[in-house]
């Protein structure tokens, strides 16, 4: 599976939307694009998952270019309950199972 | 409540004893996972099981051992192989007829051994 990269931390303020953008250049036609969510001492939580353009569910909205060699998670309207480590994933296509690769993630941290 | 448990939250070994985590789900998942996270690093796969009595090698199954005698439980053992168990471990679970590849997970048990 490809290999994605995203930026270590970022800052934010209640209320901002918040992007964070994720490279995954190898990335293979049948491959999904997977976010998960992870607050301390506790396990990830699925955010969103999308294939190509534009993925919007209650919580976010992820957008993927036609060429699908990034994409970028949206938070609309950060609160300080959305600070936490955001994971990009890919994920092989037609499958509902079997191994995801966690990289380092985002620290994202929203002040008052 | 549908979900996956995990015990004991907090669990203290001695160094050269083996140890085992529990994983249970009621969410009628075929497929269970072990994962490992060490502070400020993502997820690593130990082990994972697609179905009753069948299971594969993660990345870093070295030092542990699992068993799928249930659909319900997926247990896995630290043994005293393992040279570095002090962790967080993760457990999940997925169902494998899906639109999805969406994979949900337990609390989390915190492994201090000394």
């Known amino acids: 599976l490809a290999k994605t990269t995203q930026p270590i931390s970022m800052d934010s303020y209640e209320g901002q939307e918040v992007n964070i953008t994720c490279s995954h250049n190898n990335i293979a036609t049948n491959d999904y694009i997977t976010w998960y969510q992870q607050f301390p001492s506790q396990g990830p939580r699925f955010i969103i998952q999308?294939?190509?353009t534009k993925v919007t569910n209650e919580v976010a909205s992820l957008f993927i270019p036609a060429d699908r060699k990034s994409s970028t998670l949206s938070l609309p309207r950060v609160s300080l309950s959305d600070t936490a480590v955001y994971y990009c994933?890919?994920?092989?296509?037609?499958?509902?199972?079997?191994?995801?690769?966690f990289g380092q993630g985002t620290i994202l941290t929203v002040h008052p | 409540d549908g979900g996956i448990t995990q015990s004991p939250k907090y669990l203290f070994r001695k160094e050269g004893q083996n140890v085992t985590l529990s994983c249970e789900q009621n969410?009628?998942?075929?497929?269970m996972y072990w994962y490992r996270q060490d502070p400020g690093q993502g997820l690593r796969l130990i082990y994972y099981s697609q179905i009753v009595n069948d299971f594969q090698k993660g990345d870093i199954a070295e030092g542990y051992s699992v068993s799928r005698e249930k659909k319900e439980s997926f247990p896995l053992t630290v043994t005293s192989a393992q040279k570095n168990p002090t962790a967080f471990y993760l457990c999940a679970s997925s169902p494998i007829q899906s639109s999805l590849y969406e994979q949900y997970f337990g609390p989390g048990t915190r492994l201090t051994v000394t």
């Open positions: 969410l009628n998942h075929d497929a």
């Open positions: 999308g294939y190509k």
């Open positions: 994933l890919v994920t092989a296509g037609g499958t509902s199972y079997g191994k995801l690769t």
